[in-house]
């Protein structure tokens, strides 16, 4: 299976810190996206870092990519109580299409 | 923005009979995805269509399901003889193209009693 896995599977952060959720995943990759999921609703989708790219960045997000290690971190920085939610990353083959990991699960402490 | 819709937002149904859920795509998006999220569990893909017809399916996508782009907007999942395992959240997405990032639709709840 090619999913990725997330790692913690649970965060919990006060406001104003950064946090920190990791990716890893088995097989070679076009893509990886990461997305966000408040409990219960749709997939809103936060950044998307191609095979050749190594960090990417959009306001408060940070994410990493290392194909060599197969691994991705989504990095949040300072965390507002907003952010709680489930963090996934899904990775994209030849396929096209997403292979989502089992999340992280954020909670910002006001 | 554009968005993806879905219709309905919820669904409860008996077991063995058919549903259909509906999406409206992004106007300019060309890949479709139909992906199903079992309460607690992760999303798993079910299906892709492009140039209308099926580009990839998973085993979960076996002969009870099926896809259909009847106008130039909607994109329907169906499915002919609902069982109890089939209660999940199912989401549309869509894609500019097939590399690219894919934009999901709410969601439709469905349980199957």
């Known amino acids: 299976s090619q999913q990725g896995e997330e790692d913690p599977q649970a965060l919990s952060i006060q406001e104003g810190e950064n946090a920190t959720m990791n990716c890893s995943y088995k097989?070679?990759?076009?893509?990886l996206q990461w997305y966000r999921q408040n409990s219960g609703r749709g997939l809103v989708h936060l950044i998307l870092i191609r095979s050749n790219e190594r960090e990417k960045h959009s306001g408060r997000l940070r994410v990493t990519l290392d194909t060599s290690k197969k691994s991705s971190s989504l990095l949040i920085t300072a965390s507002r109580a907003a952010d709680t939610a489930s963090y996934f990353c899904?990775?994209?083959?030849?396929?096209?299409?997403?292979?989502f990991g089992t999340g992280t699960r954020l909670t910002v402490i006001p | 923005e554009p968005e993806v819709t879905q219709t309905p937002s919820h669904q409860v149904t008996q077991m063995g009979q058919e549903v259909i859920l509906r999406c409206v795509p992004i106007s300019n998006h060309l890949y479709f995805y139909w992906y199903r999220q079992i309460l607690g569990q992760k999303v798993e893909f079910l299906v892709s269509?492009?140039?209308?017809?099926?580009?990839?399916k998973s085993e979960i996508f076996d002969d009870q399901f099926s896809v259909e782009r009847p106008d130039g907007s909607n994109f329907t999942l169906k499915i002919r003889s609902t069982k109890l395992e089939d209660s999940a959240m199912y989401f549309c997405?869509?894609?500019?193209?097939?590399?690219?990032?894919?934009?999901f639709g709410p969601g439709t709840r469905l349980l199957v009693l």
């Open positions: 899904a990775t994209v083959s030849g396929a096209n299409n997403l292979f």
């Open positions: 269509f492009y140039n209308n017809e099926i580009s990839e």
């Open positions: 097989t070679s990759i076009n893509n």
């Open positions: 997405a869509s894609a500019t193209r097939g590399t690219e990032t894919q934009y």
